[in-house]
């Protein structure tokens, strides 16, 4: 199922986040992917970017607003995927010890999100969209691409998506 998603690339420097977010509602909601089309996509994305950066979350309550010029920050994802998956509630987690956090997003029951970046600070998102003990399959929206990510490379923070070597934030199921 996660196929459906190779080719479908972010619309600029910084939806990745909401890349994702449509991505994850995809997998979720068969009815919505059958709407998703490469020339839809763009538009679902760059609406959706406006609504996680606002200071309302997808479910009416107030958030801490955002500049969209920074991405989307880690509680709006948790919010918004909070508000698209009926059956779960979502947590943002700094990625500190990363083999928990690589745990956290194996053991998850649905797609999830990772935060990478530098050393210094996270820079990109990613959708977690399958995941076992020793790996996790990854949509990586900057290419349009299902990657796969080793635990051996996400614990030595050898991670490489879109250039981005370390583990910052999930955004998983409680």
Do not use: N
Request: aromatic share 8%; net charge positive.
């Amino acid at each position: 199922m996660a196929e459906q998603l190779v080719g479908l690339k972010q619309p600029d420097q910084r939806s990745c986040g909401p890349s994702c977010l449509v991505a994850a509602r995809m997998l979720l909601d068969p009815a919505y992917a059958a709407t998703v089309t490469p020339g839809t996509f763009d538009h679902e994305v760059l609406s959706l970017h406006r609504q996680v950066t606002r200071a309302i979350d997808a479910r009416g309550a107030l958030q801490l607003p955002w500049p969209r010029a920074l991405g989307t920050p880690p509680w709006a994802m948790a919010h918004h995927l909070s508000a698209i998956d009926a059956e779960r509630s979502y947590a943002a987690r700094l990625a500190l010890r990363r083999g928990r956090a690589f745990d956290r997003l194996a053991a998850a029951t649905a797609p999830s999100v990772l935060y990478v970046g530098s050393r210094w600070l996270p820079r990109h998102v990613v959708l977690v969209v399958e995941a076992s003990a020793t790996a996790l399959r990854i949509y990586e929206p900057s290419r349009g691409r299902l990657v796969e990510v080793t635990r051996d490379d996400f614990v030595g923070a050898r991670l490489g998506l879109a250039g981005w070597p370390k583990p910052w934030f999930t955004v998983t199921p409680r």
